[in-house]
């Protein structure tokens, strides 16, 4: 399976910056071997899937709502983003979860509202530290998949340690492989699982490597155009 490397560049980046990047980006992304992804602020979301309109890299979005239009002051549905320009939308990530309260259940929502925009879901799971101390990873991300994933999922799946988003802090490689065996066998053979946390270009060659990682979603390093691409270089083809 073709790898992915997305990035999420969350809050971040004023129209001069993005554009900037983008243009970066677009000029790096035709050697790649691998499927490349970025998800800019709504803000610049069009200016930058303008940019990168016929290059190897796609736009995606970091979040929608769970309804294709209505009275919700400062949200946006997934046909918005879909008539922005993205392809792809962020869901449930842990930022989302713990500072807007998302639960599963409306993870689920949000992702069937997304496949009806024809937009592409990669849905973010992750334990906690506290979690993973207590020997409740795995089940932790078992129920967070559960609860997300419509039936027929097709999108991807993005495993996200929380304790290891911003931090420079990744699990070990065996414990990144171990996960992802794990969820690869919730899901099924035909999704594409990436792995994110402090995803540089100095562990990207060993991340990338493991068995199931099928890519990365990538937050600070997709931030400069040299870091993000090195990561995407660094897959094996
Ligand atoms: C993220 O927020 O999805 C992420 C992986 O961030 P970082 O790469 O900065 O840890």
Known sequence: MRRMIAGNWKMNMLSEGALQLAGALRRGADR???????CPPATVLSAVAHVLLGSACQTGAQDCHAEAAGAHTGDLAAPMLRDAGATHVILGHSERRAQHGETDAMVHAKVEAAVRAGL??????????AEREGGRAESVVAGQLAGSLPHGFAGLVAYEPVWAIGTGRTPTQADIAAMHAAIRHRVGAAIRILYGGSVKPENAAAILALPEVGGALVGGASLDAASF?????ACPV
Do not use: D
């Open 32 to 38: 790649l071997g691998c499927e490349l992804l970025v």
């Open 120 to 129: 592409v879901p990669i849905v973010c799971v992750g334990e906690t530290l």
């Open 229 to 233: 691409l090195a990561i995407a270089a």
